[in-house]
């Protein structure tokens, strides 16, 4: 959102905020047309992103090429990618940071995709709640500058990093989430071989998916938009693995795994985990002792602090 001056996208966020934060009586019960009034979380704490509902506008019918049709994409580009059934699908970031959300259904079964690009979370979920296939779209709301998307089918607000219904019909319910990896194009293709489809770039939507609407905000120490808890122990941007089991949450910062090796064993609410370090992307995954992958989290730390005050971190002695 920035490059050099200040753009209109930033004076629109500085507006918004300004705006929720001074929060008419009514907004504490609906914005965007959602129905805040029994939410689980402080209604005055949902915030209005910018967009309207649907404005960033979710892909519904996605399109799949083989990765040599894919000529937009370059070797080091970044895919958030799902392994599934013996394929593995690649969605370019290029793609996700315009429209955050792919649903995704092949056959009885789908997946949800889902990319934050304030928090630099991509996280997958089954969208199957009691039997029922819910399809996702962008709320235009955020709480603790991390995506609310909602059902189409009930209109519940869903928070992305939880994972998690916090208004609505289906508030207090989860999502599954399903573990992925973050790759680069060009090792994602040598992994997978024929094995492999990448998310086309014909959306029905005309944008450059080559250029990030976001500027330089990945690296940058400004946090859009207000968060519940902070922390100054890491730049807000620094990359970290979380995960959070038996209600004891843990964050692997990368800095750190650099420091230490590719391979840390560790453990989390009990349960021994096995932490894989990519100097190369920078990434990392988590999965049992016996290699079975677990649903991690990537984030910006100040993302996973917010959410995590308590978390337990990860330090090279």
């Known amino acids: 959102m920035m490059r050099g001056k200040m753009s209109f996208w930033c004076w629109?966020?500085?507006?918004?905020?300004?705006?929720?934060?001074a929060g008419a009586p009514a907004w504490a019960q609906q914005k965007n047309g959602f129905d805040l009034s029994q939410a689980?979380?402080?209604?005055?704490?949902?915030?209005?992103?910018?967009?309207?509902?649907?404005?960033?506008p979710a892909?519904?019918?996605?399109?799949?090429?083989?990765?040599?049709?894919?000529?937009?994409?370059?070797?080091?580009?970044l895919m958030l990618t799902l392994?599934?059934?013996?394929?593995?699908?690649?969605?370019?970031?290029?793609?996700l940071n315009w429209h955050e959300i792919v649903n995704h259904r092949h056959g009885g079964s789908g997946v949800l995709?889902?990319?934050?690009?304030?928090?630099?979370?991509?996280?997958?979920?089954?969208?199957?709640?009691?039997?029922?296939?819910?399809?996702?779209?962008?709320?235009?709301?955020?709480?603790?500058?991390?995506?609310?998307?909602?059902?189409?089918?009930?209109?519940?607000?869903?928070?992305?990093?939880?994972?998690?219904?916090?208004?609505?019909?289906?508030?207090?319910?989860?999502?599954?989430?399903?573990?992925?990896?973050?790759?680069?194009?060009?090792?994602?293709?040598?992994?997978?071989?024929?094995?492999?489809?990448?998310?086309?770039?014909?959306?029905?939507?005309?944008?450059?998916?080559?250029?990030?609407p976001?500027?330089?905000y990945d690296h940058s120490e400004r946090v859009f938009f207000p968060v519940s808890h902070t922390s100054r122990k890491y730049h807000p941007k620094t990359w970290v693995l979380g995960w959070e089991h038996n209600g004891e949450a843990k964050a692997w910062p990368f800095p750190e795994l650099a420091k230490h090796g590719d391979t840390l064993r560790d453990r989390v609410g009990g349960r021994p985990v096995v932490v894989h370090y990519d100097a190369g992307v920078p990434d990392a995954t988590l999965t049992t002792e016996t290699g079975e992958p677990i649903a991690a989290i990537r984030a910006f730390w100040f993302a996973w602090y917010t959410f995590h005050p308590d978390?337990?971190?990860?330090?090279?002695?």
């Open 113 to 212: 995709i889902t990319f934050c690009p304030l928090c630099g979370t991509g996280i997958a979920f089954d969208p199957v709640v009691d039997g029922r296939y819910l399809t996702f779209g962008v709320s235009g709301l955020l709480y603790n500058s991390d995506l609310l998307m909602y059902d189409r089918q009930t209109e519940s607000l869903w928070s992305q990093i939880e994972g998690r219904a916090v208004a609505g019909p289906l508030a207090g319910t989860h999502l599954e989430r399903l573990p992925v990896r973050h790759e680069r194009w060009r090792d994602w293709q040598q992994r997978v071989g024929d094995r492999g489809r990448v998310l086309s770039t014909d959306t029905g939507y005309h944008r450059n998916y080559r250029r990030s």
């Open 59 to 77: 892909i519904d019918q996605p399109r799949f090429a083989d990765p040599e049709d894919a000529r937009l994409w370059r070797d080091e580009d």
């Open 311 to 317: 978390t337990d971190i990860f330090e090279v002695p």
């Open 83 to 95: 392994d599934r059934e013996g394929r593995s699908v690649a969605y370019p970031i290029g793609i």
């Open 40 to 56: 689980l979380i402080p209604a005055s704490q949902i915030l209005h992103g910018g967009p309207p509902r649907d404005g960033i």
């Open 12 to 21: 629109l966020l500085g507006w918004t905020i300004a705006t929720a934060l």
């Open 214 to 216: 976001y500027g330089d």
